[in-house]
T-cell receptor, first 110, second 114 residues
Framework: KNEVEQSPQNLTAQEGEFITINCSYS?????LHWLQQHPGGGIVSLFM???GKKKHGRLIATINIQEKHSSLHITASHPRDSAVYIC????????????FGKGTLLTVNP | NAGVTQTPKFRVLKTGQSMTLLCAQD?????MYWYRQDPGMGLRLIHY???????AKGEVPDGYNVSRLKKQNFLLGLESAAPSQTSVYFC?????????????FGPGTRLTVL
C-alpha cells in the first residue's frame, strides 16, 4: 500500500510570501494529484501530473519520480489561498483508487 | 453541467436510524466513490464502483452499503447509524480506465449521529 506523507501539517504565512508544500510517497505511481479544500467547502482538483512541472496562475506543481517527491508552490500568496491542500497518488496496481495524504492547512494573513 | 451533486447537504440522525445519501453525476463517468473525512484522518474510501451494477469495498466499509443501479447514481446507505459515523461524506467520480483517475468531488454531506 502506498504511504503518502505531507509536510508541513500546518503553515502560516504573510500575504505575498512564497509558499511550498511537500508530498512524498513510498511506491511507484501513475499520477500525483494536488487538491484544494476551503474551510467548510468542497474539494477541487488543482493539478494532476506524472512528470515534470505544471503551472496554473500563481500555483506551480513539480514532481520528481526518482525521489518519489512532489512540491506545490504558491507565489505571491493571498488570504484567499487559505485552505487545506491535499496530495493524492494513483497507480501502483490500483489505477482506479487514490491514496490521500492528511493535508496541509495553509493560513495566509493579510 | 451540474458535475457531481450530493443529497442531502446536512443531516442529523439518532443512533439506530437509517438513511441513504445520494450522489449523482452528469459527466458519464464510469467510476464513482464514497469517502468520509474526519479531523486528522484525511479522506478514507468507504466503497467504490467501477461501473453500473458493480460495487467494491474500500478502506472503511463496515456499517455502510452501496448500490449503483444506474451509471449516473451512487447511493450510500447507513442501516443503523452509530455516533462513530458522524463525519463529512464526499462522493467523487472519474472518467474511467486509462485516465489516471482524476476525480471530481461533490460538495459533501455533513452527517451528525446523536
Amino acid at each position: 500500500k502506498n504511504e503518502v506523507e505531507q509536510s508541513p501539517q500546518n503553515l502560516t504565512a504573510q500575504e505575498g510570501e512564497f509558499i511550498t508544500i511537500n508530498c512524498s510517497y513510498s511506491v511507484g505511481i501513475s499520477a500525483l494529484h494536488w487538491l484544494q479544500q476551503h474551510p467548510g467547502g468542497g474539494i477541487v482538483s488543482l493539478f494532476m501530473l506524472s512528470s515534470g512541472k505544471k503551472k496554473h496562475g500563481r500555483l506551480i506543481a513539480t514532481i520528481n519520480i526518482q525521489e518519489k517527491h512532489s512540491s506545490l508552490h504558491i507565489t505571491a500568496s493571498h488570504p484567499r489561498d487559505s485552505a487545506v491542500y491535499i496530495c493524492a497518488v494513483s497507480g501502483g496496481g490500483s489505477n482506479y483508487k487514490l491514496t490521500f495524504g492528511k493535508g496541509t492547512l495553509l493560513t495566509v494573513n493579510p | 453541467n451540474a458535475g457531481v451533486t450530493q443529497t442531502p447537504k446536512f443531516r442529523v440522525l439518532k443512533t439506530g436510524q437509517s438513511m441513504t445519501l445520494l450522489c449523482a453525476q452528469d459527466m458519464n463517468h464510469e467510476y464513482m466513490y464514497w469517502y468520509r473525512q474526519d479531523p486528522g484522518m484525511g479522506l478514507r474510501l468507504i466503497h467504490y464502483s467501477v461501473g453500473e451494477g458493480t460495487t467494491a469495498k474500500g478502506e472503511v466499509p463496515d456499517g455502510y452499503n452501496v448500490s449503483r443501479l444506474k451509471k449516473q447514481n451512487f447511493l450510500l446507505g447507513l442501516e443503523s447509524a452509530a455516533p462513530s459515523q458522524t463525519s463529512v461524506y464526499f462522493c467523487a467520480s472519474a472518467i474511467g480506465q486509462g485516465h489516471y483517475n482524476e476525480q471530481f468531488f461533490g460538495p459533501g454531506t455533513r452527517l451528525t449521529v446523536l
